[in-house]
Every structure is written in C-alpha cells, then in structure tokens.
C-alpha cells in the first residue's frame, strides 16, 4: 500500500509565502511522476504544478512566477513553494502521484488527503 501525506496549508496575508510538502510512503518501486492540483469551493480540480521524471517541472500560466515545485527523490517527497500569495490562490491542495509497486504492475495514480490554503487578510 501506498500513501501520500502533506503538510504545509494554513492561513496567509495576500502576498505572504507558504511551503507544501507530500512525502510518499509504503511499497514503492519508482515514483514516475508527482504534482499538486488544487480545487476552490464550486470549482472543479485543476492542475497547479508537476514533475516528471526526466522532464522539467512545468507550472500552470495562473501562478507561473510565483509557485515552484521541486523534488527530492531520495526523500520521495515533492514540494510546492508557494510566493506572492493572492485570495484567489485559496484552495485545498492535493498531492498526486504516479507510483509502480514493482516492475512489472502497472503505476498506480495515488492521492493526498489535501491541505488547505487559505490567503486573506
């Protein structure tokens, strides 16, 4: 079994920062991918930020600039530093990732419990 566990939300003046971390733990053979999503009450999940394996990050065009996503493979943890904060950045926070247990099973799609990111003065 695998799972993923975050931590890092809370409340935060416009313009302040804020740090996320998902760590994944359990039966892990390779970890091909990790990313946040994030989902505003009435609205649906979008994708804020991911990395591949192999391939640069890449940032969705509404926070480019001001979120990073980095990872630590050793740690298999992803993390998303989070600048310049706006009211509209308010959201719960998912963790995803794209995790095989062994070479041969097919890669699981694993998701966090989310966090939530409140920006408000």
């Known amino acids: 079994q695998v799972q993923l566990v975050e931590s890092g939300g809370g409340l935060v003046q416009p313009g302040g920062s804020l740090r996320l971390s998902c760590a994944a733990s359990?039966?892990?053979?390779?970890?091909?991918?990790m990313g946040w999503y994030r989902q505003a009450p009435g609205q649906q999940r979008e994708l804020v930020a991911h990395?591949?394996?192999?391939?640069?990050?890449a940032v969705a065009d509404s926070v480019k600039g001001r979120f990073t996503i980095s990872r630590d493979y050793a740690k298999n943890t992803v993390y998303l530093q989070m600048n310049s904060l706006k009211p509209e950045d308010t959201a719960v926070y998912y963790c995803?990732?794209?995790?095989?247990?062994?070479?041969?099973?097919?890669?699981?799609?694993?998701w966090g419990q989310g966090t939530l990111v409140t920006v408000s003065s």
């Open positions: 995803n990732a794209n995790i095989q247990t062994s070479l041969i099973d097919r890669p699981l799609e694993v």
């Open positions: 359990g039966s892990i053979f390779r970890i091909n991918a």
């Open positions: 990395v591949v394996r192999g391939i640069n990050p």
